[in-house]
């Protein structure tokens, strides 16, 4: 947790937006003595990262399956305050799954310091060829340090790594590990994004790759525990309250108002609302003033596809699975979120866009026989009778995250700004992150600090 300075009086202090960013800001506010009140549109707190209630197994299934990795601190950092760090489950190992079926497992080693500590687990990869896993260490290694500087700033990673590595080691470790992490395809994200990814998330310490999967819904972790956390500290929150307009002028913020007209009057406004949804919120004069909220209006929506199937019977032993060489990318299979007779599975296609419009029961008939066909590995547990497949959806979510194409960072403002009492959170923020559960944590601590930083708001006068 970044140090905030001390808070010397009761500041007043709105979030509009009660998705992960805001409740990050809230959470840092609070206990520095702010009064803060939340404003959610919508009835659960928790924004895209999101879960459904599904009418037949009366579970809350999530809309997309969220995953954080060991270098999330900020998220980490926001569960402990919350007491819900158990809502994460630590994955050590990644395991990889050919078409056939067989698993390989990606691990670190304990015994060997950052960055050595991955060297074997690469070296194991059996579903690349020797001379491919040697060269991936290099290619690691040389992506890491490269960064923004050195690089064409308009190339995509796509074209990056072909220069270094054959098109199997592009298809079978960069595309899964990219595509999941960045939310775009390697033919539209920046060589600066995918170094991001190997530099934190690779490379950085011995337990930056790990995975931590939730083990409870998103709603249950954000709405439920994260909600309860809030408001036991204090904060008001108030779901299901859409906030129609902000009011004031280019130098500070008057008032807001709320859907149904009534005007409000805060000290600081935490604006915490998606890069789209913000322009319409402010007036032309201080929009003016905030140049970078126009700027950020030009980011590029990019899907994620979830495909939600219930079978009869538990499709796959492992919590995770990367899938190889075909459509579906990620198979997750989350326990207790079916009914005792219906085991349920989700398949993740992140960067998905081409798969809008598309017939869905097509794409999930090609899904599940992608699922089927990796019988016989081991690690399904249908044996010789196949599941079968008893219901499914498939939801696209199209502004799921922003496309980190090249130059996208100069569009993403800061989260303190030139008015007296409004900053900025979101994913879409400048943290660095791609649009990630993390980046918005991070953005809600950063907008925090930057309100307490403020003369007679949080005691730098
Ligand atoms: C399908 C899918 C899969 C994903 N997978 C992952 C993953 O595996 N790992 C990961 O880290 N990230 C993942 N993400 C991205 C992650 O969900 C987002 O980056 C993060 O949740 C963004 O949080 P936010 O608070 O910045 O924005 P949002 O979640 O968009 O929150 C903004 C909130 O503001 C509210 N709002 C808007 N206008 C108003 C208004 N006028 N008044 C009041 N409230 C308003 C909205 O209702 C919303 O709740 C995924 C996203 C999707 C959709």
Same mark, same amino acid.
């Given at each position: 947790m970044?140090?905030?300075?001390?808070?010397?009086?009761?500041?007043?202090?709105?979030?509009?937006?009660?998705?992960?960013?805001?409740?990050?800001?809230?959470?840092?506010?609070?206990?520095?003595?702010?009064?803060?009140?939340?404003?959610?549109?919508?009835?659960?707190?928790?924004?895209?990262?999101?879960?459904?209630?599904?009418?037949?197994?009366?579970?809350?299934i999530?809309?997309?399956?969220?995953?954080?990795?060991?270098?999330?601190t900020?998220?980490?950092?926001?569960?402990?305050?919350?007491?819900a760090?158990?809502?994460?489950?630590?994955h050590r190992?990644?395991?990889?799954?050919?078409?056939?079926?067989?698993?390989?497992?990606?691990?670190?080693?304990?015994?060997?310091p950052?960055p050595?500590?991955?060297?074997?687990?690469?070296?194991?990869?059996?579903?690349?060829?020797?001379?491919?896993?040697?060269?991936?260490?290099g290619?690691?290694?040389?992506?890491?340090?490269?960064?923004?500087?050195?690089?064409?700033?308009?190339?995509?990673?796509?074209?990056?790594?072909?220069?270094?590595?054959?098109?199997q080691?592009?298809?079978r470790?960069?595309?899964?590990?990219?595509?999941?992490?960045?939310?775009?395809?390697?033919?539209?994200?920046?060589?600066?994004?995918?170094?991001?990814?190997?530099?934190?998330?690779?490379?950085?310490?011995?337990?930056?790759?790990?995975?931590?999967? =939730?083990?409870?819904? $998103? %709603?249950? !972790?954000?709405?439920?525990?994260?909600? @309860?956390? *809030? /408001?036991?500290?204090?904060?008001?929150l108030?779901?299901?309250?859409?906030?129609?307009?902000?009011?004031?002028?280019?130098?500070?913020?008057?008032?807001?108002?709320?859907?149904?007209?009534?005007?409000?009057?805060?000290?600081?406004?935490?604006?915490?609302?998606?890069?789209?949804?913000?322009?319409?919120?402010? =007036?032309?004069?201080? $929009? %003016?003033? !905030?140049?970078?909220?126009?700027?950020? @209006?030009? *980011? /590029?929506?990019?899907?994620?596809?979830?495909?939600?199937?219930?079978?009869?019977?538990?499709?796959?032993?492992?919590?995770?699975?990367?899938?190889?060489?075909?459509?579906?990318?990620?198979?997750?299979?989350?326990?207790?979120?079916?009914?005792?007779?219906?085991?349920?599975?989700?398949?993740?296609?992140?960067?998905?866009?081409?798969?809008?419009?598309?017939?869905?029961?097509?794409?999930?008939?090609?899904?599940?026989?992608?699922?089927?066909?990796?019988?016989?590995?081991?690690?399904?547990?249908?044996?010789?009778?196949?599941?079968?497949?008893?219901?499914?959806r498939?939801?696209?979510?199209?502004r799921?995250?922003?496309?980190?194409?090249?130059?996208?960072?100069?569009l993403?403002?800061?989260?303190?700004?030139?008015?007296?009492?409004?900053?900025?959170?979101?994913?879409?923020?400048?943290?660095?992150?791609?649009?990630?559960?993390e980046?918005?944590?991070?953005?809600?601590?950063?907008?925090?600090?930057?309100i307490?930083?403020?003369?007679?708001?949080?005691?730098?006068?």
């Amino acid at each position: 947790m970044m140090a905030l300075a001390k808070a010397d009086r009761i500041a007043r202090v709105a979030v509009i937006g009660g998705g992960v960013a805001g409740l990050a800001a809230a959470a840092a506010l609070v206990p520095r003595g702010a009064r803060v009140e939340v404003f959610e549109a919508r009835r659960r707190l928790g924004g895209r990262a999101a879960s459904f209630l599904d009418p037949i197994s009366g579970r809350l299934i999530d809309h997309g399956q969220h995953v954080s990795m060991g270098c999330c601190t900020g998220l980490a950092d926001l569960c402990r305050r919350a007491g819900a760090t158990e809502c994460f489950a630590r994955h050590r190992r990644l395991h990889f799954v050919t078409p056939e079926g067989r698993c390989c497992d990606f691990s670190a080693v304990g015994w060997l310091p950052a960055p050595l500590h991955l060297v074997p687990g690469v070296l194991r990869l059996r579903f690349l060829r020797m001379s491919d896993r040697w060269r991936l260490l290099g290619t690691m290694r040389e992506l890491a340090r490269t960064g923004s500087r050195g690089v064409d700033s308009r190339e995509t990673i796509g074209p990056w790594l072909r220069r270094r590595q054959r098109d199997q080691a592009i298809e079978r470790f960069w595309s899964p590990v990219l595509i999941s992490a960045l939310g775009e395809s390697l033919d539209r994200a920046s060589v600066a994004a995918a170094a991001q990814v190997v530099r934190e998330g690779f490379l950085a310490s011995r337990r930056a790759h790990e995975l931590a999967i =939730p083990t409870v819904a $998103l %709603a249950e !972790l954000f709405d439920q525990r994260l909600g @309860a956390w *809030l /408001e036991g500290q204090g904060a008001v929150l108030r779901r299901g309250v859409r906030v129609a307009r902000v009011e004031g002028d280019a130098r500070r913020v008057a008032a807001l108002v709320l859907a149904d007209g009534t005007r409000r009057a805060f000290d600081a406004v935490v604006v915490a609302v998606p890069w789209w949804g913000i322009q319409r919120l402010l =007036p032309a004069p201080m $929009l %003016a003033a !905030l140049p970078g909220v126009a700027d950020a @209006a030009r *980011l /590029e929506p990019s899907p994620i596809t979830a495909i939600h199937l219930w079978f009869d019977r538990p499709v796959w032993r492992l919590p995770h699975a990367v899938l190889l060489d075909g459509l579906g990318q990620w198979l997750f299979s989350p326990p207790d979120r079916a009914r005792p007779d219906e085991h349920y599975a989700q398949v993740v296609i992140s960067a998905s866009r081409w798969l809008v419009g598309r017939d869905h029961d097509e794409v999930i008939g090609q899904v599940v026989r992608q699922i089927s066909n990796l019988s016989g590995s081991g690690q399904t547990v249908h044996g010789s009778r196949p599941a079968t497949l008893l219901r499914s959806r498939m939801v696209t979510e199209r502004r799921a995250v922003f496309s980190v194409h090249p130059g996208v960072d100069a569009l993403r403002p800061p989260q303190e700004t030139a008015l007296e009492n409004l900053v900025l959170a979101g994913d879409w923020t400048a943290t660095g992150w791609p649009a990630t559960m993390e980046g918005a944590v991070r953005s809600g601590y950063r907008a925090a600090e930057a309100i307490l930083r403020r003369p007679g708001l949080g005691g730098v006068s």
